[in-house]
């Protein structure tokens, strides 16, 4: 699998969008971890139920099933 | 007692008989700081006045009514993030280099009711996070089996310190593993409680909704009678369980006969293959397991990568939201490798996070799922023993996932174990996980393999460091 690339023009957008300030040799030493961010995000996309949500519980959210419990 | 280092139940056990005194401990452990703590760092502040007041009045206690607990007179630590009134909390920041609250942390201010002593606060990776690291006011921790190899962390002070026996027990803190990787590397025994099990008020936050407090100690046992301690509903704590609390230390000899302990092998042989000598230590535990009566069932979880993938995310985005304050204002106090993860926090965009926690709900139904099927999970705690300190990539935590991330993206109970040496004589580790709340069962697995086992039996030797400058 090939590690996804960027410039350094594009995470210097990331940077100002946060308001970090760094200089063009910093910029240029996180392109190689941006690589590694950007397959682990894709891993994160893949077809799911609009159900699939990151929902709010009332209670006891990891909580086992009751018959689950020995 | 012998000059041989105790366990806490040894120890307590001493005392409740009257051949121990809580300052004897005390002073044992002072010793053992002075002589080794300049070469292993394990300290960031050591209070030595404070221990001694303690134990005095433990003493004086004890003389009077009877040990309150097991923890009564004992010496322990806590990790260098979590608030303690009146002594300096750095989170090994410079960031916090003058901090000094002006309270205890639930979880110290439970210690202390327990009546331990305190001999200081533990080295940690910055906030918690990214080292080790050589550009803060304080160095990073050495580890006591060979002092050129890292700790693992972040709660590296902690376990450095528990190994070579400058304390009986302390805390640390685990938000994708800094409990159990410093237990696994440091060969003591590293316990992650469910989400919520422990009151995380007063501890400096490393990512929110992955954050655990728990004890690192020699033993099983140990971490039983320092979780009693801890464990509790608590109000300031926002995600503080109202589970009631068991008795962790009831079962701890009931053994494994007719559990099932359920093999996450695809994790470390084919997701991330661990070293030979990781393996031969899971593999020794089943061969323990089977021996005791349990029955050995093998599971097919989601690649660990999903797993670490959600982590990374949600860890990254919520330790970004709690520090970009400080980077914003102040980024030059930070080390290299915290500021790299704050950084990171802003490559992570809105979707990431909402994917991710969608992804953790699938994951963690999944795991809940697995366990329906069995007792306790099994894999390994660190892929390899620990590594020339020197040698520890920059970009470790986004290359390879890691065994211990899966528990707190869950908020399931994990407790490392250790399971052998590696080649270079340094400890390696099992990994166990139950069901929520079910650190009693947990501990009685892990106390079985101990008992099965000689792993307990060797310390590091402490007369191969350097003599104290």
Known sequence: MTTPSVTEQELGVFLTRAGFSLTPAQIAEYREAYGHIATMAARLRRERSHMAEPAHVFGDVFAAPKDTQR | MSDAIPTIAQAAAAIAAGTLTSLELTEQCLERIAAHDAELHAFVTVTAARARADAEQADAEIRQSGPKGPLHGIPIGLKDIIDTKDILTTCQSAQNSQNVPGADASCAAKLREAGTTLLGKLTTHEFADGGPSFDLPWPPARNPWDTTRFTAGSSSGTGAAVAAGLILGGLGTDTGGSIRGPAALCGIVGLKPTYGRVSRAGVAPAAYSLDHIGPMCWTSEDCAIMLQALAGHDATDPASATTPVTDYRAALNAGVKGLRVGVLRRWHEVDRPVSDAVLAGIEGAIKAYRA?????????????????????????????????????????????RYRDRLVFATFVTGTDYV??????????????????QVDVVLTAGNPDEAPLIENVPRWENVEKPNFTMPFNLTGLPAVCVPSGFGPNGMPVSIQLAAKPFAEAMLLRVAHAFEMATSWRERRPDLTKLKAAA
Not at chain 2, 355 to 367: G, N, P, W, Y
């Open chain 2, 292 to 336: 005791l009566g349990a029955e050995i069932v093998e599971l097919s979880p989601s690649p660990i990568q999903d797993y670490g993938a959600a982590g990374f995310f949600i860890s990254t985005a919520e330790r970004g939201a709690a520090y970009e304050g400080m980077m914003l204002r102040n980024p030059e106090k930070f080390g290299q």
């Open chain 2, 355 to 372: 994917q991710a926690s969608r992804m953790r709900r699938e994951l963690t139904q999944e795991m809940l799922s697995l366990l329906s």
